[in-house]
């Protein structure tokens, strides 16, 4: 299946607002200059109109794909009952051309209130993620399954740790002291990606026109589910709006996860201590 958006392509007839008018019709591309020199403009009631136009398809160009997620069939409490759609990672993969190289970012996932915020994050290939702990207490961060296996050791409240990942994949993260924190990093080969918000929307920002793969993922969705509703997609100069792409969590059980020795958490051993750790 191929979603495809119509390109906006609407032409007025200029006014007969002079010159300045006329240059305005020309213009390319908005660029700071030209949002000043439109606001300017504007002021005239002959050619506001005439800006309102030129604004419009200027900022379809930009080529943002964006959409709207809902999660269904889930057992989770907050999606039942606020909607909360967030967390849901959608991605774009060239797919007649290879994927370019992203410059390296870096991301926070803070330690807070023995929890990861945020629950989900997307980097592109190459990029870092800081783990600032906010906490009183000592946290660690580790993953030992899937994606990228790391483990930046026990570290101290109000100091950071950083990781940066070189492997495309979905990293699952746990802290070694706190069984009921985890996290998801997603890392993925492309530029264009997005994270949806607790409405279900995303948007993914200035992606060139051509074709593409879309991924999916959700932590909560069946591998299964989540091929099925991949699509091949061809995006125009300027940009789309794809339909609602609903994910079903049909078939999750929720599994407690072990520590990063593989065994289980030591019970009531998870309110802030950790062997060797020096007291508070
Ligand atoms: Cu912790």
Redesign the pocket.
């Known amino acids: 299946m191929i979603w495809l958006s119509p390109t906006f392509s609407r032409r007025l007839n200029s006014s007969d607002c002079g010159a300045a008018c006329q240059a305005a019709w020309r213009l390319p591309t908005v660029t700071r200059a030209d949002w000043q020199s439109a606001r300017r403009l504007a002021t005239c009631p002959t050619i506001r109109q005439t800006v309102l136009f030129l604004l419009l398809p200027a900022i379809a160009l930009a080529g943002s794909v964006s959409g709207e997620v809902e999660l269904t069939n889930s057992k989770d409490a907050a999606v039942r009952k606020h909607r909360d759609y967030s967390g849901v990672v959608i991605w774009l993969e060239p797919a007649d051309r290879a994927s370019p190289a992203s410059p390296p970012k870096r991301v926070e996932m803070l330690?807070k209130e023995?929890t990861f915020v945020p629950h989900v994050v997307a980097i592109a290939l190459g990029g870092t993620v800081d783990f600032p702990n906010l906490d009183p207490?000592?946290?660690?961060a580790f993953s030992n399954f899937s994606g990228q296996p790391f483990d930046i050791g026990l570290y101290a409240p109000k100091t950071s740790r950083a990781m940066t990942f070189k492997h495309p994949g979905i990293v699952r993260v746990f802290?070694?002291?706190?069984s009921t924190?985890s996290a998801i990093i997603a890392v993925v080969n492309t530029p264009w990606f997005a994270v949806s918000v607790s409405s279900g929307k995303y948007n993914i920002p200035s992606v060139p026109a051509g074709e593409y793969h879309l991924r999916i993922f959700h932590e909560r969705a069946m591998p299964e589910n989540l091929r099925f509703l991949e699509r091949r997609i061809i995006v125009p100069e300027s940009g789309m709006a794809l339909p609602l792409i609903s994910i079903s969590e049909t078939g999750f059980i929720p599994a407690p996860h072990m520590n990063k020795y593989g065994k289980d958490y030591p019970l009531g051993g998870s309110e802030g201590t950790y062997p060797g750790a020096p007291k508070q």
């Open positions: 330690q023995k207490i000592f946290h660690n802290c070694n002291i706190h924190m």
